[in-house]
């Protein structure tokens, strides 16, 4: 995914490590579980 935005392994690490610290998730699987659990008004 790095390499397709040009962007370094590295930068996409560090946002995930951030994403992960703002929504409490420990796992990436946590933050994904969260995400399905999203509604979006339609």
Do not use: I, Y
């Not at 690490?13 to 992960?20: A, F, G, I, T």
């Amino acid at each position: 995914m790095s390499a397709s935005l040009r962007v370094a392994l590295s930068t996409v690490k560090s946002h995930l490590v951030h994403v992960l610290e703002k929504t409490s998730c420990q796992r990436q699987v946590d933050l994904v579980r969260l995400a399905k659990s999203l509604t979006f008004p339609v």
